[in-house]
T-cell receptor
C-alpha cells in the first residue's frame, strides 16, 4: 500500500545551519506530496506541496523537489532559525489513495541559538 | 477567511464515558477528515466525510464514529472511552477531491482519559 518513510529524529541544529529532512514514499500512480509543520500545542500547518514530478514546492525558505526517479521529497532549508523548531511531517495523497492522506512519523527539529 | 475550528480544545473524561468532538471546516470546504495523534502511533486516519457521507475509514474500532451535517460541520464520537484513547484529535478540511487537494488542519482537541 501507499506509505511515507521519514527520517528519524530528533534533529538538533545550531542557528544558521543547513537543514535536510529525508522523505521517501511508496505509491501507485502519481500522488501529490506535502510537508506539514506542527508547532508546540498547535495543529498541522501546510508548509509546501508539489503535485507532479520535478515540481519544487517552496515557502518561508524551505524547499522540496518531487523526485519520481528516487521516490523522494526531501525538505531543505539553507539557514534555520530558532523559530523553525517544530515537528515536520511528510505526507502524500492522490487519486489512488482515495485522497486519504498518509503521513510520515514526523521529525522533531530543535534549533539552538 | 476563518480557519478550521475545533471545540472543545481540551477535555478530561474517565474510562467508560463517551465524548463528542466538533469540527467546523473552512467555509466552502465539503470534505472533513479526522485523525488521532499520539506519541507512539503518530498520525492515524480515522475517517473522512464528504457531503454528509463517510467516504473513507481507517482501522479503528466501532467505538469511534462520526457524522457530517448539511453545513459541512462534523462531529466525532468515541463511546466507552479507554485509557488508550488519550490523544490529540485533529480535524482537517478540504474543498473537494482532486489531485491538488490540500488539507487544512484545526488546532485539535486534546482528550485525556483517566
Amino acid at each position: 500500500g501507499d506509505s511515507v518513510t521519514q527520517m528519524e529524529g530528533p534533529v538538533t541544529l545550531s542557528e544558521e545551519a543547513f537543514l535536510t529532512i529525508n522523505c521517501t514514499y511508496t505509491a501507485t500512480g502519481y500522488p501529490s506530496l506535502f510537508w506539514y509543520v506542527q508547532y508546540p500545542g498547535e495543529g498541522l500547518q501546510l508548509l509546501l506541496k508539489a503535485t507532479k514530478a520535478d515540481d519544487k514546492g517552496s515557502n518561508k525558505g524551505f524547499e522540496a523537489t518531487y523526485r519520481k526517479e528516487t521516490t523522494s521529497f526531501h525538505l531543505e532549508k539553507g539557514s534555520v532559525q530558532v523559530s523553525d523548531s517544530a515537528v515536520y511531517f511528510c505526507a502524500l495523497s492522490g487519486p489512488n489513495t482515495g485522497n486519504q492522506f498518509y503521513f510520515g512519523t514526523g521529525t522533531s527539529l530543535t534549533v539552538i541559538p | 477567511k476563518a480557519g478550521v475550528t475545533q471545540t472543545p480544545r481540551y477535555l478530561i473524561k474517565t474510562r467508560g464515558q463517551q465524548v463528542t468532538l466538533s469540527c467546523s471546516p473552512i467555509s466552502g470546504h465539503r470534505s472533513v477528515s479526522w485523525y488521532q495523534q499520539t506519541p507512539g502511533q503518530g498520525l492515524q486516519f480515522l475517517f473522512e466525510y464528504f457531503s454528509e457521507t463517510q467516504r473513507n475509514k481507517g482501522n479503528f474500532p466501532g467505538r469511534f464514529s462520526g457524522r457530517q451535517f448539511s453545513n459541512s460541520r462534523s462531529e466525532m464520537n468515541v463511546s466507552t472511552l479507554e485509557l488508550g484513547d488519550s490523544a490529540l484529535y485533529l480535524c482537517a478540511s478540504s474543498l473537494d477531491r482532486g489531485l491538488e487537494e490540500t488539507q487544512y488542519f484545526g488546532p485539535g482537541t486534546r482528550l485525556l482519559v483517566l
